[in-house]
């Protein structure tokens, strides 16, 4: 049984600051490419991050130079520091596992979420 477990998610101000990590179980992070996405209400998933197993990373164009994913292959962990939080920020953040090679939907792994709210 795979699962990946976010945490980190909470309420914060705008210009605030929060870490999410994701730590796998029954997979293998370092042979996968790790992502965050996000879904607000009314708007569909999106990629907010990703980075592959050789660490090059991928940004959404509205947190580049904000937010930061990181991977950890020995702790089985990846991370996604966000800072200077904004109102526009606030979603659900979900942690997602897929191969670089042979990609189904059998081995696209997610996570349940932890819930980002930003306001004042």
């Known amino acids: 049984q795979v699962q990946l477990l976010e945490s980190g998610g909470g309420l914060v101000q705008p210009g605030g600051s929060l870490r999410l990590s994701c730590v796998g179980a029954?997979?293998?992070?370092?042979?996968?490419?790790m992502g965050w996405y996000r879904q607000a209400p009314g708007k569909e998933r999106e990629l907010v991050a990703s980075?592959?197993?050789?660490?090059?990373?991928n940004y959404a164009d509205s947190v580049k130079g904000r937010f930061t994913i990181s991977r950890d292959n020995a702790k089985n962990t990846v991370f996604l520091q966000m800072n200077n939080l904004q109102p526009e920020d606030t979603a659900i953040y979900y942690c997602?596992?897929?191969?670089?090679?042979?990609?189904?939907?059998?081995?696209?792994?997610w996570g349940q979420g932890t819930q980002v709210t930003v306001s004042s």
């Open positions: 997602n596992a897929r191969p670089l090679v042979g990609y189904s939907v059998r081995n696209d792994y």
């Open positions: 029954g997979i293998f992070f370092g042979l996968k490419i």
């Open positions: 980075v592959t197993p050789g660490g090059g990373t």
